[in-house]
């Protein structure tokens, strides 16, 4: 049974590209355009990891991430904050939410790939 991961942006693009990349790996990719849908696939889907793009048009990435930190079930899932913000606040506001790793856009797709399997194998 193929991974679940939930993969969060409000850039169709950017959501499409990150999808298709996770399929080409082998794993299932769970698509939400808002906070409120990534909190609705969270419950429904427990996918195995998150990808959270930080800027989002209802709440941000770190809510979210605190969100699933904060929630038992979710509590252990890797979480990767991925953003164009690159500022140390902002990465250090990803530390403090719970995220595990904080990636840059545009980000290589191979880092990606190496950074998903130390979190959750293949």
Known sequence: ????????????????????MLK?????????STGVEALKALKMEKPAMALLDV???DM?????????RSN????????FMVSAKKTTEDMERG???GANEYVTKPFKSAEMAQ????YIGD
């Open 55 to 57: 800027i989002l048009p």
């Open 72 to 79: 038992t079930e979710l509590a252990e899932m890797p979480v």
């Open 1 to 20: 049974m193929k991974k679940k991961i939930l993969v969060v942006d409000d850039s169709e693009p950017i959501l499409e590209l990150a999808s298709t």
């Open 115 to 118: 950074l998903i399997k130390k």
């Open 95 to 97: 530390q403090k939410a």
């Open 60 to 68: 941000d990435g770190f809510k979210i991430c605190q969100h699933i």
């Open 24 to 32: 080409l790996l082998g794993y299932e990719p769970i698509k939400a």
